[in-house]
């Protein structure tokens, strides 16, 4: 088994990448900003990231990560400044506005089904479904008619 080694986003240490881009450290760092945020906006709920920056040392793109996430809500006071990737609409959170969020799970769906579709045996039998009572007759072997009852 070989393992991943990057180097990490935040503090350029090199570590070993089990999925997170950044290591232990700079993880129990963002955590710590995290709560730091969070407290500081139960007492100031209507702050811009530069007031949060400034106030809690947080910087600024790690306060606008955790919206991205949707570990925090955007207020007004961050209107335009959070934006969706697809269509460039402004956003509360997250990376994707409703609508885009939406015709990418129809999209997504559709894709889904048409590949689905695709399995089909060449008996004619959709592979995706269950075979259970072939199964069941195939072991029980070639039945006599005259003893079904």
């Known amino acids: 088994m070989s393992r991943d080694i990057r180097n990490c986003r935040r503090c350029g240490k090199i570590m070993i990448y089990v999925g997170i881009p950044i290591c232990e450290e700079c993880l129990k760092k963002e955590e710590e900003y995290y709560e730091i945020v969070r407290r500081y906006l139960d007492e100031h709920p209507r702050s811009s990231v530069k007031e949060i920056s400034e106030a809690t040392g947080v910087p600024a793109d790690v306060i606008m990560k955790f919206v991205r996430q949707g570990s925090l809500v955007a207020t007004e006071s961050l209107s335009g400044m959070l934006t969706c990737e697809i ?38 039998r959709n592979r995706s479904k269950m075979y259970s009572m072939d199964l069941i007759a195939r072991r029980r072997g070639p039945r006599d008619k005259d003893n079904d009852n």
Do not use: Q, S, W
């Open 87 to 124: 269509c460039g609409k402004p956003i509360r959170m997250g990376r994707v506005c409703a609508e885009c969020a939406e015709e990418l799970m129809d999209a997504t769906g559709k894709a889904l089904r048409r590949r689905i579709g695709d399995e089909v045996a060449p008996n004619g």
